[in-house]
C-alpha cells in the first residue's frame, strides 16, 4: 500500500473518537465529576497527547534532511548500476547530439504541461548536494549531485488537487526487455527540498552511465526509485494504468513502493 505510513494518523484519530465517545458515555454516569481527575479523560487526553506526538513525528520524519557529506568523502566513480547505457536509437540519437535535442515532458494532472530543455533546466535555480548512495543489492557510494529541486519544477506546471504521484518514465529497456523503467514518488518526497532533478555528477555534466542526461535524486530513499534517463513527468492520482500498476518498474517485480531508509 504506497501510502501506509500517511495511514496511522487516521486510524489514531479513529482510536481517539472511539476514546471520546467512551467519555462521553461515562460523563453522563458520574455526574459532575472534576474531568481532570476522570480516568477516561486522562486516556482521551493521554491519547490527545500521543497523537500530536505521533502526528509530529511523522511530519518531522517526512521533511528531515538525509545526511550530507563532505567532498573529502566522495567516490572517485560513482558505481553505475541497472542500466549504463539506454540501448535504442531514439536515446542514442539524443545522446550523439549531446542532449541538444533532448527535452523533458511533464504532464497529467498538472494546469500547465510543459517541455523543459536542459539549458531551462539548468537556467533554474540549482541546489548541489553531496550524498550517500544505498543500493539494495548491498552497496553505497557517495557523490555530488547538482540539479534543479523538482518541486520547483512542478511549481511551474502547477499540480491540479488530485495529483498524488510523480511517476517517471525513463528511456531505457532495462536488460534489453519488452518494458521501459519508470519509478515514482508521492507528493511530499517530491516536494522534499532534497529532491533533485540532477543534471551534473561531481561538478560535471551526467555521465551516460548514470542516467544522463536527467536522472532523480530523492536522498532517503534507496536506490532503485531515483530513476536514471528521465524523459517524461507524469503526475497521476493513481497507478492502475501503469504498466503493472505497483509504481515503479521493480515494484512491479516485488520491491517494495516506500523504499524510505
Ligand atoms: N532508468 C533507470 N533508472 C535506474 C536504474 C535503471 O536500471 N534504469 N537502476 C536503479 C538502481 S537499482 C540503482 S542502484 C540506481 C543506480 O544509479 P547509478 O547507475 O548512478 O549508480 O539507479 C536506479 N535507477
Ligand atoms: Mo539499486
Known amino acids: 500500500m504506497p501510502d501506509s ?19 462521553g458515555a461515562s460523563a453522563a454516569l458520574t455526574g459532575c465529576d472534576n474531568l481532570s ?8 487526553l493521554g491519547a490527545t497527547d500521543r497523537l500530536t506526538r505521533a502526528a509530529q513525528r511523522l511530519v518531522a520524519s517526512r521533511q528531515s534532511l538525509a545526511r550530507e ?9 560513482f558505481r553505475p548500476n541497472g542500466t549504463t547505457n539506454p540501448d535504442n536509437d531514439a536515446y542514442q540519437r539524443l545522446a550523439a547530439n549531446r ?20 539549458d531551462a533546466l539548468r537556467a533554474l535555480p540549482s541546489r548541489t548536494q553531496i550524498t ?5 543489492e548491498g552497496w553505497s557510494c557517495i557523490g555530488q549531485w547538482t540539479g534543479v529541486p523538482l518541486g520547483d519544477v512542478l511549481d511551474r506546471v502547477r499540480p491540479t488537487d488530485n495529483a498524488r504521484f510523480v511517476v517517471f518514465h525513463c528511456a531505457d529497456n532495462i536488460y534489453g526487455g519488452p518494458v521501459k523503467y519508470y519509478e515514482s514518488l508521492d507528493m511530499v518526497e517530491a516536494y522534499h527540498p532534497q ?12 555521465p551516460v552511465a548514470n542516467g544522463a542526461p536527467l536522472r532523480l535524486r530523492a536522498e532517503r530513499q534507496l536506490g532503485y526509485k531515483m530513476a536514471k534517463y ?27 513502493w516506500w523504499a524510505g531508509i
Open 5 to 23: 505510513k500517511l495511514i496511522l494518523p487516521d486510524r489514531r484519530r479513529r482510536q481517539l473518537l472511539t476514546g471520546l465517545g467512551a467519555l
Open 37 to 44: 481527575r476522570n480516568e477516561t479523560v486522562q486516556n482521551v
Open 230 to 256: 528521465v524523459m517524461r513527468i507524469e503526475l497521476v492520482d493513481s497507478f492502475a494504468s501503469i504498466q503493472g500498476g505497483n509504481g515503479g518498474y521493480w515494484e512491479d517485480r516485488g520491491y517494495e
Open 195 to 206: 529532491t533533485l532533478l540532477a543534471y551534473a555528477l561531481n561538478g560535471a555534466p551526467l
Open 69 to 77: 557529506y563532505s567532498p573529502a568523502d566522495i567516490a572517485d566513480t
Open 132 to 136: 550517500r548512495h544505498d543500493c539494495v
Open 99 to 118: 542532449f541538444a535535442d533532448w527535452r523533458l515532458h511533464v504532464d497529467g494532472l498538472v494546469r500547465r504541461p510543459g517541455d523543459f530543455s536542459l
